[in-house]
C-alpha cells in the first residue's frame, strides 16, 4: 500500500496563495504519476492537475491553467500544488493520489487513481 499525506491548506483570503505537498516514504514514489483532486460539498470530485513520474509532463483543467503549478522532486518523494489567485469557489478538500497507469500526459480522471490521500481543506474566504 502507498501511503500520501498531504500537508499545508487552511485559510486563504480570495486573490491570496497556498502550497500544498503529498509525500511518502516509500521508496516507488517515482513508479506514480501523482494528481491533484479537490471535493467540495455538493459538487462532484474534480481532478484539477496532474504530473507525470519523472517530472515531465503536467496537465492542468482549464479551470486553474495558469494560476496552478505542480511540481515534484523525486528525491524528497514529494510532489507540490502552489495555488495562486484562490477563489472562493475554490473551498474544498484538496486530495492528492497516485496513478500506476502511464501516460505521456497524465491523467486527470479519477478512476485511474488507486492511491489516495487523506485530504486537506482549503477555504478561500475574507
Known amino acids: 500500500q502507498l501511503q500520501l499525506v498531504e500537508s499545508g491548506g487552511g485559510l486563504v483570503q480570495p486573490g491570496g496563495s497556498l502550497r500544498l505537498s503529498c509525500a511518502t516514504s516509500?521508496?516507488?514514489?517515482?513508479?506514480?504519476?501523482i494528481g491533484w483532486f479537490r471535493h467540495a460539498p455538493g459538487k462532484e470530485r474534480e481532478g484539477f492537475s496532474c504530473i507525470s513520474s519523472s517530472g515531465g509532463s503536467t496537465n492542468y483543467a482549464d479551470s486553474v491553467k495558469g494560476r496552478f503549478t505542480i511540481s515534484r522532486v523525486n528525491a524528497k518523494n514529494t510532489v507540490y500544488l502552489k495555488m495562486n489567485s484562490l477563489k472562493p469557489e475554490e473551498t474544498a478538500i484538496y486530495y492528492c493520489a497516485a496513478n500506476p497507469i502511464p501516460r505521456l500526459l497524465c491523467s486527470i480522471l479519477g478512476y485511474e487513481y488507486n492511491y489516495w490521500g487523506q485530504g486537506k481543506k482549503v477555504t478561500v474566504s475574507s
Open positions: 516509500r521508496f516507488t514514489f517515482d513508479y506514480y504519476a
